[in-house]
C-alpha cells in the first residue's frame, strides 16, 4: 500500500515524549503522509494530530536555508566555511580573553541522544566547560532529581503498559489528552475497562469525566495532597509493612510528620473535602495494582522536586512499585528530555548522571576524548543568564530552543542575551531567541535527521531521515562535529552510531545499546552488555547504597507566590491538544486552522465579578508582566483561578512568570502565578455603565 | 487445545480467534472490515473460512478456537461467498476503488474484477472542511472501523454510523463535518478506512498531480 510514495521510512515522533513510531511517507522531497506504526511499542498503531499532521512545517517557506551573520541591524546569507571560521574564532578570542567558563551551551531536549551528546563533548572537551544545560531544565528536572535520591534512577519506573495493568492510578499535574494524547487515550480506553482514576488538578481536565473522583487543590499544594493521601494510608492501615521493613528506609520520620496531616488539616490547605482525600487514598492503596502519572503540574513549583519525593513515599508506602501495573510514570513533555539530561547534556553530569567531581568517570571520559575536563559544576539556564547579566559570560551556543520566548522572566532572559558578546543560535526558524543572534545556523528537523529519542518510558527509539534537509541547511550533528573540529576538536565519528558506540563504551547504564540492536522495538535503559533491557525497575531491590528505597520527610511549604488584594487569582499555565510548546513548528501546519488562537480561561463567578464575558478580551498583569488574550468562561476551572497557554508569541504568556523556581533544580515555577484580570475596556473607565445582560 | 488449518495442526490458547490462529501459522484470509487495533466485528464476511461439521462458513476473525476444529481456508463455498460479497460492494461504488487501497488488494487477491451487477451506485459527495481529513461518502462500505477506530482506540466517539441498507454510511457528529463533532482529529479513522471514504487530504491532493 506504500507503492505510491517515493519513501517509506520507520522513525520516532519529534512532539511529545510518548515516542510513537511511525510511518513516514514521502513524495516529490516532502513528507505527504505520517502513519502510526503498528509495532510501535508506546503507541501499538496510534498516533495524535501532532505526529500525524503537524509535519508541513519541515517544508515551510521560511525554514533556514542558509547560514546566517548578523549585519547591522539585520543578517546576510554567508557561506558555511566563513560562518564557522567566525564561530570559532569569536569562540577562541572569548576563551582566551576571558576563559572557557565564559561560555556556555543549551543542548536540545528536541535533538537526539547523539546530538545531545555531540554538544556536551564540544562544550566540555573542544571548549573546556561544563556550562551546558537543556531545556529538561525547566521541566522535568525536579522529577529527575527526586527519582534519584529516591529510587536511584532518573526515569519512569514502569512503561505505558503498567496502564492497562493497573486497577487503579492516580495522574496529578497532567493533562494526558491534550499533552500527551496517545497515552491520553490510552488511560481513557483503560477506565472505560474499569481502571479506577483519580485525577488531580486544579482544572477539572476530559479525564477527570472518565475518573472516578476529581480533586481539585488550590495550586501550589500538591505537596499537602500527597500528605494528606500518606496519612490516610497509614491511619487506615493501608501500610504495606513489610515491604517497608525490607526494602525502604527513614518511614519513622515520615510516619511521624504525616500524623500532622489529617483529612481536616489538609482540606484547609489545599481545599480539597477532607472525605475526597480519605476516598482517593483508599482507591490508590487497595487496588492490587496502582500507578501514579504526573506532569509539569507538579513539577513547575518552587517544591516541585519536593513533591515527586512524597509522590514517592506513597508509592514505598504502599509498596506499589518495581510491579508491572505498580509503576510511577512521569509523563515528559519533549520528545528526547530524558535523553538529553541522560546523555549529560547537564552542568553536573556526564551520561547517566554521573557528577562531572567523580574522579574515575572523569578520567574515563579524558581518556577517550583526549583532553583534560574540568571537576567544577557548571552554570544551570537561569544562573547563565544571570551570569550574561553580570557580565561573567560572554558567549553562549544555543541549539534548538527558544528561551526568548519560553523561559520564565522574558526580560531578564532578553537583557542576559543582549548583553553576550557573541550568540550562536542553531535551529530550524527565526525565533524570538535568534533576533539576538550573531550568528543563525540552519538545522534540521527530526524528519530529516537519524539517531536516537528517549522516550518517558526510558525507551529508546530509533530516528531516520524522511527527507533532506532544506537549501544549505544540516543536520545539528554534522554542525556540531564541524564546529568542533574548528576549534581542534576532532570527534572522529561518521555517524550518530558511531557516537552511540562510544556512549556505550563509556556508560556501564547502556553497555549493550547499539543502533543495530536497538532495532524496531527500541530499548529501555539500564541495558546489560548482552542487550537485556529493563522494562519494568526496581523489581528486587533499588539503584541506591544497600538496594533500599529512600523516604523524605518534607512537609507542606507555601509557594513562591500567593493571591492578594492586588493581584487575587491565580494563573495556571499549560498546553493544548492542537499545539506543541512555542508553536514553533505546530503553527506553520494546519493545527493553526484548528486551534488560531489562545485563551484565558476563567470560572464564571470570577467573570461575573470582573464584568467579564465570554469572548471579551481581558489584561492580565502580574507582578513582572502584562499581556492580553480573550476570556473563556467555563466551569472546568474553579474559582480563583485561571489558566492559559503559551503556543502564540503575539500572546507571549511567560511575560508574566517571575523568576520563583524549584528550590533543588531551579525549575521556573509557571504554574503559580498571582495575577490581575479585567477586561479591556473598549471606552474609557470612568465612563457610566451597566453590567453586562447576560451577566446579570 | 490444538486446531488444524489446511492439513496443519497449531497448538493455541482458548483466548485465539481462528483468524489469529490461521495468520499464526503464516496463512491468511482476506478481511475488511478487521483490524488489530479494535475488537472483531464480523461485519464484512470476507474472512469466511469452512469447518468441518459446520452447517456453513463462519466468519474467522469472530470465532474462537475450539479443541480439534479443523479449518479448511479454501473452502468451496466460502470461497464462492467472498467473492460474491465482494463483488456486491464494488457494485455499489460509483468508481472502482483506487488500487491502494484495502478493498482494491481484497479485491485483486480474489479476482473479483469489474462487477456484473448495474444498478444503483453511491451518489458522490465529498467534505473538506476540516483542514486535514475528507470524507468521500460514496466510497463508505460500512465496514465500521472507523467508528471503531473513533470509540476503541481514540475514545473521542465522534463517528457515528448512518442511514440503513444502500444508504448506511458514517457521519461526524450530527453530520455537520469533523470540526462540527468531538474530534479530536487524531486521523485514526482516515488511517483504518480500507476504501478512502475518510482519507487525508494531502493525499488527495497527491493523487490530483500524478
Sequence with gaps: ?696 | MQVTIDGNSVEVSSETTVLEAIRSLGGDVPTLCFDQRQAPFGACRVCLVGVEGAPGPIPACTTPCRDGMTIDTGDATARRVVKAVVELVLSELPDPPAEHTELAVVARGLGVGEPRWTGRRHEVRHDQRHPYLAFQHELCISCGRCVRACDEVQGAFALTATGRGFDANVAAGLDAGFRNSTCVSCGACADTCPTDAIIEITLLQMSDVP
Design chain 1, 1 to 696: 500500500m506504500s507503492e505510491r510514495f517515493d519513501s517509506n521510512v520507520t522513525t520516532t515522533c519529534g512532539y511529545c515524549g510518548v515516542g510513537c513510531r511511525l510511518e513516514a511517507h514521502a513524495h516529490g522531497g516532502r513528507v505527504v503522509s505520517i502513519s502510526p506504526a503498528l509495532d510501535g511499542p508506546a503507541n501499538e498503531g496510534h498516533t495524535c494530530l501532532k505526529g500525524r499532521f503537524a509535519h508541513q512545517f519541515s517544508r515551510s517557506r521560511d525554514r533556514l536555508t542558509a547560514p546566517l551573520i548578523r549585519d547591522g541591524g539585520g543578517f546576510r546569507e554567508a557561506s558555511w566555511e566563513d560562518t564557522i571560521d567566525l564561530i570559532a574564532g569569536e569562540l577562541s578570542r572569548i576563551k582566551a580573553e576571558h576563559g572557557a567558563d565564559a561560555i556556555a551551551g543549551l543542548a536540545s531536549s528536541r535533538a537526539t541522544n547523539e546530538d545531545c551528546y555531540a554538544m556536551s563533548r564540544l562544550m566540555r572537551a573542544a571548549i573546556g566547560t561544563n556550562n551546558l544545560d537543556n531545556c529538561s531544565r525547566v521541566c522535568h528536572s525536579p522529577t529527575s532529581f527526586a527519582l534519584r535520591k529516591a529510587f536511584g534512577l532518573s526515569g519512569a519506573t514502569g512503561s505505558f503498559t503498567d496502564i492497562d495493568a493497573a486497577g487503579a492510578a492516580i495522574i496529578i499535574g497532567a493533562n494526558p489528552t491534550e499533552g500527551h494524547p496517545v497515552v491520553g487515550a490510552r488511560i481513557k480506553q483503560a477506565t472505560m475497562r474499569g481502571l479506577k482514576l483519580v485525577t488531580i488538578d486544579p482544572r477539572r481536565i476530559e479525564l477527570s469525566d472518565y475518573g472516578v473522583l476529581h480533586l481539585s487543590p488550590r495550586p501550589g499544594t500538591n505537596a499537602a495532597v500527597m500528605l494528606g493521601l500518606a496519612h490516610v494510608v497509614a491511619r487506615d492501615g493501608l501500610l504495606d509493612r513489610d515491604f517497608v521493613d525490607r526494602r525502604t528506609d527513614g518511614y519513622d520520620e515520615v510516619e511521624a510528620l504525616i500524623a500532622l496531616y489529617t483529612p481536616e488539616h489538609t482540606e484547609e490547605i489545599t481545599s480539597i473535602p477532607g472525605a475526597d482525600i480519605e476516598a482517593a487514598a483508599h482507591i490508590y492503596a487497595e487496588a492490587q495494582e496502582a500507578s501514579i502519572l504526573w506532569g509539569l503540574g507538579v513539577t513547575e513549583h518552587k517544591y516541585g522536586s519536593e513533591v515527586v519525593r512524597l509522590i514517592c513515599n506513597l508509592a514505598l508506602m504502599t509498596g506499589k512499585v518495581g510491579r508491572p501495573g505498580s509503576a510511577l510514570l512521569p509523563l515528559r513533555g519533549q520528545n528526547n528530555v530524558q535523553g538529553s539530561s541522560d546523555m549529560g547534556a547537564l552542568p553536573d553530569t556526564y551520561t547517566a548522571y554521573r557528577a562531572v567531581s567523580d574522579e574515575e568517570v572523569a578520567r574515563s571520559f579524558e581518556q577517550c576524548w583526549g583532553v583534560p575536563l574540568s571537576r567544577q559544576k557548571g552554570f544551570t539556564i537561569p544562573q547563565m543568564f544571570n551570569a550574561a547579566v553580570d557580565g561573567r559570560l560572554k558567549a553562549m551556543y544555543i541549539f534548538g530552543e527558544d528561551v526568548a520566548q519560553t523561559d520564565p522572566n522574558t526580560a531578564h532572559v532578553i537583557a542576559a542575551l543582549d548583553s553576550l558578546e557573541f550568540l550562536v543560535c542553531q535551529d530550524i526558524f527565526e525565533t524570538e531567541t535568534t533576533k539576538y543572534a550573531d550568528v543563525i545556523l540552519p538545522a534540521s528537523a527530526f524528519l530529516e535527521k537519524s539517531g536516537t529519542f528517549t522516550n518517558a518510558e526510558r525507551r529508546m527509539q530509533l530516528v531516520a531521515p524522511a527527507i533532506d534537509p532544506p537549501g544549505e541547511a544540516r543536520t545539528d550533528f554534522e554542525i556540531i562535529l564541524t564546529v568542533s573540529r574548528a576549534l581542534g576538536h576532532d570527534m572522529g565519528w561518521r555517524t550518530p552510531a558511531d557516537a552511540m558506540d562510544e556512549i556505550a563504551a563509556l556508560t556501564p547504564q547502556y553497555a549493550g545499546v547499539s543502533h543495530e540492536r536497538i532495532g524496531r522495538r527500541g530499548l529501555q535503559w539500564p541495558v546489560a552488555a548482552d542487550g537485556t533491557d529493563s522494562p519494568t525497575l526496581y523489581q528486587e531491590s533499588f539503584e541506591l547504597p544497600g538496594g533500599r528505597g529512600q523516604f523524605a520527610p518534607l512537609p507542606y511549604k507555601e509557594p513562591g507566590d500567593a493571591a492578594d488584594d492586588e493581584f487575587p487569582l491565580i494563573l495556571v499555565t499549560g498546553r493544548r491538544l492542537q499545539h506543541y510548546n512555542a508553536g514553533t513548528m505546530t503553527r506553520r501546519t494546519g493545527n493553526l486552522e484548528l486551534l488560531d488562537r489562545d485563551w484565558l480561561e476563567i470560572h464564571p463567578d470570577d467573570a461575573a465579578r470582573l464584568w467579564i464575558s465570554d469572548g471579551r478580551r481581558v489584561s492580565v498583569r502580574s507582578r513582572v508582566g502584562r499581556i492580553e488574550t480573550e476570556a473563556r468562561v467555563t466551569e472546568r476551572i474553579d474559582p480563583g483561578h485561571v489558566f492559559t497557554a503559551f503556543h502564540f508569541p503575539e500572546v507571549r504568556t511567560n511575560l508574566l512568570i517571575g523568576s520563583s523556581a524549584d528550590v533543588n533544580t531551579s525549575c521556573p515555577e509557571y504554574k503559580v502565578v498571582a495575577v490581575d484580570v479585567r477586561p479591556v475596556a473598549e471606552q474609557p473607565a470612568y465612563t457610566p455603565a451597566l453590567a453586562e445582560p447576560a451577566l446579570s
